[in-house]
């Protein structure tokens, strides 16, 4: 049974940094593709980063922002979120979606707070 949990989250200033962690078991993380998503109160889902091998997505409003990376050898996907704006506030969400890409697992989610 895989696993996805997410942790890291918190409440952070404006202009703060924060780093999420998502730890998912299974086999060859190394060629799983690992997203992590945001959702604000009373919204739809949103898909912020993606890590599939050595290629990377993101969405157009954390660009230069955000960085996905990941550790291959601790199942861990890290998402580094600098210069946070207050619209960043919400729950992010880490997804494993496997090599074939037939099964998809969530996290928790981690609650983001901006605000001063």
């Known amino acids: 049974q895989v696993q996805v949990v997410e942790s890291g989250g918190g409440l952070v200033q404006p202009g703060g940094s924060l780093t999420l962690s998502c730890v998912a078991s299974g086999s060859y993380f190394s060629i799983t593709t690992m997203r992590w998503y945001w959702q604000a109160p009373g919204k739809q889902r949103v898909l912020v980063a993606s890590?599939?091998?050595?290629?990377?997505y993101y969405a157009d409003s954390v660009k230069g922002r955000f960085t996905i990376s990941r550790d291959n050898a601790k199942n861990t996907v890290y998402l580094q979120m600098n210069k946070l704006k207050p619209e960043d506030t919400g729950v992010y969400y880490c997804?494993?979606?496997?090599?074939?890409?037939?099964?998809?697992?969530w996290g928790q989610g981690t609650q983001v707070t901006v605000s001063s």
């Open positions: 997804n494993r979606v496997s090599s074939d890409g037939r099964t998809s697992h």
């Open positions: 890590s599939t091998g050595g290629s990377t």
